[in-house]
């Protein structure tokens, strides 16, 4: 089993930054792919976008709208990864969720709220 752990999130006027984090943990956590989705208001959890990916091969993809504005990292802790998101825009309001896959097992983050506006 694993854990995912969110931080980051909140109010941002437009145009503005934030910087997402979460930390997986498990004793057998082995991730072969840590990415971002995000679920706008009024939409269901199976509507759910994907922002970014980040493999374990060091390949990284990002939704089309990202633009980029965003950019998803790892850091110096071990299973963290972030998203920087920058330029942000109205319709960048939704509930941000972390997503990983270990051992061939999705896990999820407890999602965190963005909100763009003025």
């Known amino acids: 089993q694993a854990q995912l752990v969110q931080s980051g999130g909140g109010l941002v006027q437009p145009g503005g930054s934030l910087r997402l984090s979460c930390t997986a943990s498990?004793?057998?956590?082995?991730?072969?792919?840590m990415s971002w989705f995000r679920q706008p208001p009024g939409k269901e959890p199976e509507e759910r976008e994907m922002?970014?990916?980040?493999?374990?091969?060091?390949?990284?993809f990002y939704g089309d709208f990202v633009k980029g504005r965003f950019t998803i990292s790892t850091g110096n802790a071990e299973n963290t990864v972030y998203l920087q998101m920058n330029n942000l825009k109205p319709e960048d309001t939704a509930v941000y969720y972390c997503?990983?896959?270990?051992?061939?097992?999705?896990?999820w983050g407890q999602g965190t709220q963005v909100t763009v506006s003025s």
């Open positions: 997503h990983a896959v270990s051992r061939g097992n999705p896990y």
């Open positions: 498990g004793s057998d956590f082995v991730a072969s792919a």
């Open positions: 922002v970014a990916t980040l493999t374990s091969h060091g390949e990284i």
